[in-house]
């Protein structure tokens, strides 16, 4: 075909016009339909949230609500808050008033009697010497009684509660100073080395001490001495991390004296008001044991001098506790005593006895097992309380 002939070069001209008429008319074609298909150009189209049906076309879908999650907060484990001085004194008291100890019963008793004949007197001897109050200051107690309500009789029980109380308070003796010495000189801290026999509740006191002290705003630090027990420095670290006191230890079967003083220097670095030292629960048979004690005592004071030496008694222990009294004090020389467990099955007599046996008195108390069942001992408190009031 001769493409130049002017017949056929009209026919391509015509193909080509008709071709691009077509292909203009379908592309105007799908243009218009997708118009119709798009959301108005002010609108932006919505996804639709995974759980929900899609939106119809010309409806407009809710923005899905978005829920931030909480940001954890850091963990914070809250220091105990110990129970004030007062507080815990005054509930002591009443627990002991509570308690149907021994010398509280045989007070009662004669009280309640209506005549006192010698009888009663010696009944009520043997229940003061059954309470651990001793025979000597049984005997002083019952003659000075007598010679009293001889006089007066006991028509009156208020009156005769009134002598009874008088006559106890004589002999708890209140002009013990029962201050802990918790001042440290030339700038050094106050040292309490805590000495005692196994059983008697040692470093549980020494434990409950440091939350006396925390509760008065005193900086303490502790010292885990009892090298020879395993779980005795765990036992006193909790006791510590509870009131945010530290407490410096060694590996089992260190040397007790190293460790203490170590406490010692850390406290004198730190600027600390008190360390306490926990020793070990010695028995006081074994005079090795007890030789190391005072080995204790003379490192310690390489580097600061020991304030308080208080010895830990189990005040259900009786004339066995009288025993350690005796011995500790020739070792260490022992400058006050903490009774434990002087609860509703322990005798209060003890307290005469024992402060008549080393010539220092009892300065703190335990009453049953709670964290703050440690008080200072105070006489009229005492006194009234296995009376009573």
């Known amino acids: 075909m001769n493409l130049f002939d002017p017949a056929n070069v009209w026919a391509i001209v015509f193909w080509v016009i ?18 119709r298909e798009l ?34 907060e850091p963990t914070i484990t809250a220091l105990d808050v110990p129970e004030s001085a007062s507080s815990r004194l005054g509930r002591l008291r009443r627990r002991l008033a509570n308690s149907n100890n021994a010398l509280a019963r045989g007070l009662a008793e004669l009280l309640s009697s209506d005549r006192i004949d010698a009888d009663t007197w010696d009944d009520f001897e043997a229940t003061l010497i059954s309470s651990d ?11 000075t009684l007598r010679k009293e309500l001889a006089v007066d009789g006991v028509s009156d029980p208020t009156a005769a509660k009134g002598v009874l109380r008088t006559e106890l308070v004589k002999l708890v003796n209140p002009d013990h100073d029962r201050k802990l010495n918790l001042t440290g000189g ?23 001490l440091a939350r006396v002290l925390v509760a008065e705003g005193r900086t303490v630090l502790l010292g885990a001495a009892d090298t020879f027990r395993a779980a005795a420095a765990e036992q ?16 089992e079967g260190a040397d007790p004296a190293s ?66 009294a005796r011995i500790f004090s020739e070792v260490v020389e022992v400058t006050g005593i903490v009774l434990t467990k002087l609860d509703g099955s322990a005798k209060g ?28 001992f105070e006489t009229e408190g005492f006194v009234a309380g296995i009376l009573g009031e």
């Open 39 to 72: 959301p108005p150009s002010d609108q932006t189209p919505q996804l639709p949230v995974e759980g929900e049906a899609p939106s119809t076309p010309g409806t407009t879908t809710a923005e899905p609500t978005v829920t931030a999650e909480p940001t954890a």
């Open 349 to 376: 007599g003890i307290v005469v006895q024992v402060q008549r046996e080393l010539g220092v008195p009892v300065k703190l108390i335990g009453l049953g097992e709670g964290v703050d069942d440690l008080a200072p």
């Open 186 to 208: 030339n700038g050094l801290p106050a040292v309490v080395l805590v000495v005692g026999v196994n059983g008697t509740g040692k470093t549980t006191t020494v434990g409950k």
């Open 133 to 143: 109050l001793g025979v000597g200051p049984s005997t002083e107690l019952v003659t």
């Open 236 to 251: 006193l670290t909790t006791w510590g991390e509870r009131v945010g006191v530290d407490t410096i230890r060694g590996v």
């Open 18 to 35: 008709l071709g691009l008429i077509l292909v203009t008319t379908a592309v105007a074609f799908v243009v218009a339909r997708r118009g």
């Open 259 to 324: 460790v203490a003083f170590q406490t010692v220097e850390e406290g004198v670095n730190r600027g600390v008001d008190v360390v306490i030292v926990d020793t070990a629960g010695r028995l006081h048979t074994k005079t090795g044991l007890m030789d190391e004690l005072g080995k204790v005592k003379r490192v310690i004071e390489r580097k600061a001098p020991v304030t308080e030496v208080l010895l830990v008694l189990d005040a259900t222990t009786g004339q066995n506790g009288l025993t350690q």
